[in-house]
């Protein structure tokens, strides 16, 4: 069983550790612990994860995020994955820091890089990890809160929710999505933090 697992960011230095870039880092880590190397490939950086008899192929476009679409698209074709076997994982700013939703469908809820996913792919049937970056940004600065750094607090919290994502990238491929949104989506903040 082969799965595509996309995580969603921009390349360059000045990008990293950003809030829209926490799909790269959930890939970056999780080849770290398995001790992967990303190379770099037509539209993205690849690397394939073994896990229980399934393999992974973990991409980070190089599109930037607003034609992460056509990455997409080509590697579910050259790989053969059916697009029920593809994870998008994507920041949400409709949704508090510390909470992880899976869903199988549904609309770009505004985020520019689903929206291009969808109108590539044609629909929004394949399945998203939404990481919750919260909203707390005044009027007519979201995009400097996008793309802007974690908070030292966030920060702290950022190894434990990486993990919790990974373990979603895990199940996903073995349990089943049902499953996996049964046992991973919540808050994973204690109240007071956030």
Known sequence: MKYLVVGIGNI??????????????????????AGLEFK??????????????????????????????????YWLQKEKIPQSNLLIIVDDLALPFGTLRLKLKGSDAGHNGLKDI??????????RLRFGIGDSFSRGHQVDYVLGKWEKQEQEHLPLLIDKCIEVIRSFGTI???????????????????
């Open 118 to 127: 969808n109108a590539v792919l044609g629909n929004q049937n394949y399945a």
């Open 40 to 73: 770099s490939e037509r539209y993205g950086a690849r690397a394939q994860y073994r896990f229980k008899g399934r393999i992974y192929e973990l991409l980070k476009p190089n599109t930037f995020v607003n034609l992460s679409g056509k990455a997409v698209n």
């Open 176 to 194: 089943g999505a049902s499953r996996t949104m049964n046992t991973f989506n919540k808050d994973y903040l204690p109240k007071e933090e956030e």
């Open 12 to 33: 360059g230095y000045e990008y990293m550790n950003t809030r829209h870039n926490i799909g790269f880092e959930v890939l970056d880590t999780l080849a770290e612990k």
